[in-house]
């Protein structure tokens, strides 16, 4: 059984995951992982901006030492010799590697309920956005650490003006979906939330 599904799983996964016992208080330090059928993939340390039930924001520093799964551990942070393809994860063939978020600081905007998040990329004096992201990810579950979720593989990269805008990794997500990872019903509602998470934002 996935530990995510799409279809008709979605309320019930809700009801058990989402019910919180207490709040994070803002500059709090917690962790986000993405969890693929079971399996950590990703870890990304964080401080707590805003966490309430409609809102949960989080700040990701500029060179903040983040943990990845990759095939090897020794390829460069940029190439994709350590990429982990939709056939690696569907036999969850990886080991976690420490790597530093060189891109920019993050601010990480999501409604924990929903299949999407808002990435705010900002330019490294932080003085302006350098772009907005779409992340397609799964509801929040909330942990003792933090937060759990699963990235779907599409993203949409959005430009400082909200006007121009790109799907990224439709290859990866077509992939997936050759590898099994998704069913035909399930990337459907993958595309139609990013397309939905695209008007609210464009």
């Known amino acids: 059984?996935?530990?995510?599904?799409?279809?008709?799983?979605?309320?019930?996964?809700?009801?058990?995951?989402?019910?919180?016992?207490?709040?994070?208080?803002?500059?709090?330090?917690?962790?986000?992982?993405?969890?693929?059928?079971?399996?950590?993939?990703?870890?990304?340390?964080?401080?707590?901006?805003?966490?309430?039930?409609?809102?949960?924001?989080?700040?990701?520093?500029?060179?903040?030492?983040?943990?990845?799964?990759?095939?090897?551990?020794?390829a460069e942070h940029d190439g994709k010799q350590g990429h982990l393809s939709a056939e690696i994860m569907s036999v969850k063939q990886w080991i976690m590697a420490e790597r530093n978020c060189h891109t920019s600081g993050t601010l990480r905007i999501k409604n924990p309920r929903l299949m999407w998040s808002l990435w705010v990329f900002w330019e490294p004096e932080m003085t302006e956005v350098r772009s907005w992201y779409i992340n397609i990810d799964a509801p929040y579950k909330r942990t003792s650490i933090g937060f759990d979720t699963w990235d779907m593989f599409l993203g949409v990269v959005v430009q400082p003006d909200r006007k121009t805008w790109r799907y990224k990794n439709e290859d990866e997500f077509a992939e997936a979906i050759e590898a099994g990872i998704f069913t035909a019903f399930e990337a459907q509602e993958v595309s139609d939330t990013a397309a939905s998470a695209l008007q609210t934002i464009a």
């Open 1 to 74: 059984m996935r530990q995510w599904s799409l279809g008709w799983r979605k309320d019930r996964y809700i009801q058990e995951l989402m019910i919180p016992t207490t709040r994070l208080e803002p500059r709090e330090h917690i962790v986000i992982r993405n969890v693929f059928r079971g399996r950590v993939q990703t870890v990304f340390p964080s401080i707590v901006v805003v966490d309430s039930p409609e809102l949960v924001v989080t700040w990701l520093p500029l060179e903040t030492p983040v943990l990845n799964g990759v095939t090897d551990p020794s």
